[in-house]
């Protein structure tokens, strides 16, 4: 693994009510020095749940991305809160999301999206053995649940609403353990 | 599919070198206004590339993250330039950071990677038929490249050093695909 970069200087260039973006100075260990701006995250990362109604049915959900402006079909998540552990976050995002709440949850990894300009942490919960257990959301429509046979995930990924990548990746890789 | 909501007001709330925050103000269907903050991508999109050394062996990269300020093992990809073909780009990118060219370049889908507030599209590229061809790319330091074997994707992705879902995503789609 080669030597990190060092950080020359750093500094905030713009930010809004969402974003925060900062400007870091870096000399690589060849000597050379390069700019780059990047986005700093809230710090606390967020969940992605993969809810298990049974072995091989997920609930997906439908949801309007304000960034690619349409409806996307993808799994659950959200910001974990300051001092929330990561299970409990997942727990309320799917009783808030899908209207189930679970009885055992796995963090099974953690995603980057875009590595290069993001601080961004994404973390990866199986959830299973779930139940009927719904809260309120701060959601602005009624969010749909989509359930779908993960031995069919090759028509969902062919899907045009279904396009984001950390739930794809998540999808194969409980797939793929759960066959096991 | 539900009805999109339309959008009342939008306008620039930050910038800088790289980023374009928009603010929008949404009506919903159903009655419900929302504020919504996004990233505005610079339009032309990225490609990210799967490159097959043979039918069981990709070639990876290991390139520092200034987002997430760490080494990271993924797949090769760069932004599209304007009025660059996607393959065309595709080829380029691995020409800079494999140092192969492809004869066979297939577009199989395109990724969003925060949809809640990224523009931002990736296309993924299949590269087959690799030939050495270097091209000089605008890297800091040289890029390490790592063969990896897809048949072994499970101890990939359980490194700490691969963490990025786009590039996890489309492995797995690779894997699944070749072995048809």
């Known amino acids: 693994m080669p030597e990190k970069p060092s950080i020359l ?4 260039v713009a930010r809004s009510r969402l974003f925060h973006v900062e400007e870091m100075e870096l000399l690589f260990a060849n000597g050379a020095r390069r700019c780059f701006e990047r986005l700093v995250g ?3 990362g ?5 809810p298990m109604l049974d072995p091989d ?4 959900i439908r ?3 304000a960034g690619t402006q349409r409806y996307e079909l993808a799994l659950p998540k959200g910001l974990v809160e300051p001092g929330e552990d990561l299970l409990d976050a997942a727990n309320r995002e799917i009783m808030e999301e899908v209207g189930h709440g679970a009885h055992q949850l796995t ?4 995603f980057s999206i875009a590595p290069g300009y ?3 942490t994404t973390h990866i919960i199986l959830a299973q053995d779930l139940y009927p257990e719904r809260r309120p959301g701060d959601e602005p429509e009624d969010i749909e649940v989509v359930p779908w046979r993960l031995s069919d995930l090759d028509s969902l990924v062919g899907r045009e609403d279904c396009t984001e990548a950390r739930s794809i990746a998540a999808l194969y890789l409980v797939r793929d353990r759960l066959k096991r």
Chains 1, 2 share one sequence.
Request: charged residues 10%.
């Open 46 to 50: 967020a969940v992605l749940i993969v």
């Open 57 to 60: 049915t997920v609930l997906m």
């Open 118 to 120: 993001l601080s961004h």
């Open 42 to 44: 809230s710090g606390h």
């Open 63 to 65: 949801e309007y991305a």
């Open 107 to 110: 963090h099974l990894t953690s």
């Open 9 to 12: 200087t750093r500094r905030t």
